[in-house]
């Protein structure tokens, strides 16, 4: 069973940045990362395969989030950029397309 970390989460401005990083207990192949505002249901923001070859990106997310990943280090990342209040939620990474055990998740809060 692989083990999800989420980190890099919290308070950012409209407009601002801010850096996800997902570290894995053992290697993955396709990710992807997922968030869940409340009282909504966790959707699939953005994925990746392997080789980093192939993403999706969420319409809503196309053009100001970039994944990536660093595979020696078992590490997924996400960088966001020119954030919007409705980002705000909690972010998940996880293994596609069977998730696994989800982890803690982290913060992103974004304010106008």
């Known amino acids: 069973q692989v083990h999800l970390v989420e980190s890099g989460g919290g308070l950012a401005q409209a407009g601002g940045s801010l850096r996800l990083s997902c570290a894995a207990s053992?290697?993955?192949?396709?990710m992807g990362w997922f968030r869940q505002a409340p009282g909504k249901e966790r959707e699939l923001v953005v994925a990746?395969?392997?080789?980093?070859?192939?993403?999706y990106y969420a319409y809503s997310v196309k053009g100001r989030f970039t994944i990536s990943r660093n595979n020696a280090i078992r590490t997924v990342y996400l960088q966001m950029n020119s954030l919007k209040p409705e980002d705000t939620a909690v972010y998940y990474c996880?293994?596609?397309?069977?998730?696994?055990?989800w982890g803690q998740g982290t913060q992103v809060t974004v304010s106008s």
């Open positions: 053992n290697d993955v192949y396709a």
């Open positions: 996880n293994r596609l397309p069977f998730p696994t055990r």
């Open positions: 990746i395969d392997y080789n980093g070859d192939n993403t």
